[in-house]
Nanobody
Framework: QVHLVESGGGLVQTGSSLRLSCAASGSILSFNDMGWYRQAPGKQRELVATATNGGSTNYGNSVKGRFTISRDNAKNTVYLQMNNLKPEDTGAYYC?????????????WGQGTQVTVSL
């Protein structure tokens, strides 16, 4: 069991930057994937970025080249650096921790932090 707390959201203008943080209540070393997902009103939750404990990263097509995910295992924290923000980046951003076992997957979610990008 792990408790995830996101922070860093806010209201910004187009072209601005934000850095989101996700602090875990315990070690994140055992989690295969740490990631960020977002959900806009009326839309499904979508992948923003994930980072494995082996150092690999994966990004949603709409954020490639603008967002960077990083995980600090020593601080049990995952970050999402968001640059050149666009109105379509608006939504609730959720942190996720995923453990992939042979027979099951455990997935934990934070409560989310709101990002609003104005024109």
């Amino acid at each position: 069991q792990v408790h995830l707390v996101e922070s860093g959201g806010g209201l910004v203008q187009t072209g601005s930057s934000l850095r989101l943080s996700c602090a875990a209540s315990g070690s994140i070393l055992s989690f295969n994937d740490m990631g960020w997902y977002r959900q806009a009103p009326g839309k499904q939750r979508e992948l923003v970025a994930t980072a494995t404990n082996g150092g690999s990263t994966n990004y949603g097509n709409s954020v490639k080249g603008r967002f960077t995910i990083s995980r600090d295992n020593a601080k049990n924290t995952v970050y999402l650096q968001m640059n050149n923000l666009k109105p379509e980046d608006t939504g609730a951003y959720y942190c996720n921790a995923k453990w992939l076992g042979n027979a099951r997957t455990l997935s934990y979610w934070g409560q989310g932090t709101q990002v609003t990008v104005s024109l």
